[in-house]
């Protein structure tokens, strides 16, 4: 699984002028199976997605084509993690981590 950590780098006013091609971009990504929680951060400097059942390659590749990436709105920090325990919604993503 994954936690994406996106930082907003410019200022909020062109992130709202991109937000509706984002939503967009984020509902293709659930329909996927690819994305299983996304919000806002607080304080509104960026957001954060919870995405599973792809590799590593596979996300930075989603994450490119983000309308905020391609307009250079935002950074990503993706973090790679084993999840080992969630709740029964999530069981299909669960991990275990390599010996």
């Known amino acids: ?16 002028a ?29 957001g954060v997605i919870l995405a599973g059942g ?10 490119a084509g983000d309308p905020f990436v391609v307009a250079g709105v935002c950074a990503y920090r993706i973090v790679q993690f084993y999840a080992t325990k969630s709740v029964d919604g999530l069981a299909p993503f669960r991990d275990e981590p390599p010996a």
């Open 54 to 63: 792809v590799g590593r390659a596979e996300i930075e590749e989603v994450v």
């Open 1 to 16: 699984m994954f936690v994406l950590e996106l930082s907003y780098t410019a200022p909020i006013e062109r992130i709202d």
């Open 18 to 46: 991109l937000l509706d091609a984002h939503v967009e971009w984020l509902n293709a990504r659930y329909a996927e199976g690819v994305f299983l929680a996304s919000g806002r951060k607080e304080p509104r400097d960026g």
